[in-house]
């Protein structure tokens, strides 16, 4: 859909397709599979003219007004177009059974979806496939906006709310300006309509699992309350996400270091780990049946099945992680003007590769860290916080060396255990999440310039201070020299990971399990005794510029 920065959300909502008639059915999928058909041609004429159509800083992005240069004629004269009587691709005599706006609905879905592809070909050993490659069987739904449909309130014996969809399929090629109209009944439940008011309806898209099941996605822009600020004392709050711990947050005040909060899901690695190995055991049995010529068709139907569990399994539980630390951060902001940071994880697949341990390389690989951070921060934009650049209070920091160099003096430490941190220098021995997660607060310190006139003791102090110098004198000789360990990739996906949920569609909020904390072993420290607790980013580049001293990092 088109761009806007406000913030939108999708509902998903089943079509009854049991109360269509046999006409509606048919015409629904007419509807969609010439949208597909269409989508696919402007594909073409977009990757037949690519050089000609790329613009932008770092040729990205495609120019729609060249698109319809080429693809549709004019015969009215505005300010800003003139008189089109032929084009090289001329689709309205190509595709009679479509309105020039349905076009122009279809020329937008095509165009996001080249500018997605060029996006990843630009990403270092990248090789995506092009967009007109995919399968042909595949349904392509377009983005249909507010003036070609509206939601109808209508109780009936079939459903009570119907979407009331425009079809051209008959009422364009005979000329008629008023188009006919298709009703589609609508499964929509109390859930669906909480979504739906709290804010306007935008736009939509028909589409068919892989079960072959009919939903619509609604896009709704959401009524967000402005940010306020109340002159409450400002606060840091950390969050080092893990593995065997899901989350450690840490809240860092001007005065010392508050609190530290451990989210655990012990269930999680159990039970995609059982995924795991029932994943395995199939993948065996296929290649024992591919080697003796047998069929494997039940097998991989198993296989899709499973991951199909897994997917959503891991899912929920990030659901469920990112709710509870989004009510620990709406409890801290009762008390304090609150910023939130989380480390960003930059080639954490490529360093797996390099561990000896085979259960933490396949741990490593099935973390999905990027969904959780872009999940919180549209949770957070949910709520009213800004993710503009200069007024955000939320920032993904670079993570590299948290978890290693010590909060309190910025020397190298060393890590007996995985979740041990012993600095020999100062003595400090403290779980090295927690220490982590301090380090991270300690990067938006930095990377803020309005916390800077914030006097404070302790890590607050140290990290203003090392603001201010750019080679402090605790690290020298650590780093070689002209490298930084601080990486400058953008904040994106890597291969593998999956994007934010942009609509919870179950209430999990009592999923986990509460649990209890303990501050006397530091390896073995816990959550705190209830996790009923308190939702942009700054590019990479500029964060690495002032971040170069945080955490005692020296470039040279």
């Known amino acids: 859909m088109a761009q806007s920065k406000s913030v939108t959300i999708s509902v998903k909502v089943p079509i009854k397709w049991d109360g269509?008639?046999?006409?509606?059915?048919?015409?629904?999928?007419?509807?969609?599979?010439?949208?597909?058909?269409?989508?696919?041609?402007?594909?073409?004429?977009?990757?037949?003219?690519?050089?000609?159509?790329?613009?932008?800083?770092?040729?990205?992005?495609?120019?729609?007004?060249?698109?319809?240069?080429?693809?549709?004629?004019?015969?009215?004269?505005?300010?800003?177009?003139?008189?089109?009587?032929?084009?090289?691709?001329?689709?309205?005599?190509?595709?009679?059974?479509?309105?020039q706006n349905e076009l122009m609905e279809c020329r937008k879905t095509a165009v996001a979806m080249y500018e997605s592809y060029l996006k990843l070909r630009s990403k270092k050993g990248w090789k995506p496939s092009r967009p007109c490659e995919v399968n042909q069987s595949r349904r392509i739904p377009r983005w249909v906006f507010t003036r070609r449909f509206r939601l109808t309130e209508n109780p009936t014996s079939v459903s009570r709310w119907?979407?009331?969809?425009?079809?051209?399929?008959?009422?364009?090629?005979?000329?008629?300006?008023?188009?006919?109209?298709?009703?589609?009944?609508?499964?929509?439940?109390?859930?669906?309509?909480?979504?739906?008011?709290?804010?306007?309806?935008?736009?939509?898209?028909?589409?068919?699992?892989?079960?072959?099941?009919?939903?619509?996605?609604?896009?709704?822009?959401?009524d967000t309350p402005k940010?306020?600020?109340?002159?409450?004392?400002?606060?840091?709050?950390?969050?080092?996400?893990?593995?065997?711990?899901?989350?450690?947050?840490?809240?860092?005040?001007?005065?010392?270091?508050?609190?530290?909060r451990y989210f655990v899901q012990k269930d999680k690695v159990q039970n995609i780990t059982k995924y795991d190995w029932q994943v395995a055991s199939l993948q065996h049995e296929m290649s024992v049946r591919r080697n003796s010529e047998q069929k494997n068709c039940k097998v991989i139907q198993k296989l899709k099945t499973l991951r199909t569990k897994r997917e959503n399994l891991a899912k929920e539980y990030d659901r469920v992680l990112v709710r509870q630390i989004l009510d620990y951060i709406l409890e801290l902001s009762e008390k304090y003007t609150l910023y939130v940071s989380v480390g960003r994880l930059s080639n954490i697949r490529n360093a797996a590769r390099r561990s000896k341990s085979r259960r933490f390389r396949a741990l490593v690989h099935s973390w999905a860290f990027s969904r959780i951070t872009e999940s919180l921060q549209h949770q957070l934009a949910q709520i009213g916080w800004s993710m503009k650049f200069k007024e955000s209070r939320f920032r993904v920091v670079p993570e590299s060396w948290t978890s290693i160099m010590c909060w309190k003096c910025g020397r190298k430490g060393i890590r007996p255990k995985q979740n041990l941190?012993?600095?020999?220098?100062?003595?400090?021995?403290?779980?090295?999440?927690?220490?982590?997660?301090?380090?991270?607060?300690?990067?938006?310190?930095?990377?803020?310039?309005?916390?800077?006139?914030?006097?404070?003791?302790?890590?607050?102090?140290?990290?203003?201070?090392?603001?201010?110098?750019?080679?402090?004198?605790?690290?020298?000789?650590?780093?070689p020299r002209g490298k930084s360990l601080l990486s400058k990739k953008d904040e994106v996906?890597?291969?593998?990971?999956?994007?934010?949920?942009?609509?919870?569609?179950?209430?999990?909020?009592?999923?986990?399990?509460?649990?209890?904390?303990s501050d006397y072993d530091h390896a073995a420290a816990r959550t705190v005794e209830k996790l009923s607790v308190a939702g942009s980013n700054t590019p990479a580049i500029e964060q690495e510029k002032k971040a170069k001293s945080v955490g005692g990092i020296r470039f040279r």
């Open 20 to 99: 269509m008639t046999k006409i509606s059915r048919q015409r629904l999928k007419q509807i969609v599979g010439r949208d597909t058909r269409v989508i696919r041609a402007f594909l073409g004429v977009i990757e037949q003219h690519e050089n000609d159509l790329l613009i932008g800083r770092n040729s990205d992005r495609i120019d729609d007004g060249k698109v319809d240069r080429l693809t549709m004629t004019a015969t009215r004269i505005t300010r800003t177009t003139k008189q089109r009587l032929t084009v090289p691709h001329d689709f309205k005599a190509r595709f009679r059974r479509i309105s």
């Open 227 to 260: 940010e306020t600020h109340t002159g409450l004392p400002p606060a840091v709050l950390g969050i080092d996400l893990g593995i065997e711990k899901a989350a450690c947050t840490t809240l860092v005040t001007p005065e010392k270091v508050r609190e530290t």
């Open 493 to 517: 996906s890597h291969p593998g990971e999956s994007t934010a949920i942009h609509c919870v569609q179950a209430d999990l909020l009592g999923f986990g399990d509460e649990t209890e904390s």
């Open 162 to 222: 119907w979407l009331d969809l425009l079809n051209s399929l008959d009422s364009n090629p005979q000329g008629r300006r008023i188009h006919d109209r298709l009703l589609i009944p609508l499964k929509v439940s109390p859930f669906h309509l909480t979504q739906l008011e709290r804010g306007e309806v935008k736009a939509l898209q028909i589409f068919t699992d892989r079960m072959k099941k009919w939903w619509v996605t609604l896009a709704v822009r959401l």
């Open 421 to 479: 941190f012993v600095c020999p220098t100062c003595g400090n021995r403290c779980n090295a999440d927690k220490n982590g997660a301090i380090n991270i607060a300690g990067r938006l310190i930095t990377l803020t310039e309005s916390l800077h006139s914030v006097r404070g003791l302790g890590k607050w102090a140290n990290a203003v201070s090392r603001s201010r110098n750019s080679r402090p004198n605790a690290q020298r000789g650590l780093m």
